[in-house]
């Protein structure tokens, strides 16, 4: 699985969940992510952008429910 090598950008005021949002849409848009791999788990990718896990589930549920991610318990 390839490391998340994305940082925030911590000079603008739009909301933490939102820059974590546009990091993903930034990660899925990666060929490896675009021909089938997973994405780091949720605590994984809070780690490495030093948010709360809320925070980065926040910013995943929203790319859920737009259908460009698909959330599996346990995989």
């Not at 909301?15 to 990091?23: A, D, I």
């Not at 060929?31 to 910013?59: C, M, Q, S, W």
């Amino acid at each position: 699985m390839p490391i998340l090598q994305i940082k925030i950008d911590t000079e603008s005021k739009a909301p933490l969940h939102s820059k974590v949002e546009q990091m993903m849409r930034a990660l899925i848009e990666q060929p490896v992510y675009r021909n089938g791999e997973f994405l780091p788990k949720e605590v994984d990718i809070a780690e490495k952008l030093g948010v709360a896990r809320n925070t980065a589930r926040h910013a995943i549920s929203k790319l859920v429910n737009e259908g460009l991610l698909v959330r599996k318990k346990g995989v």
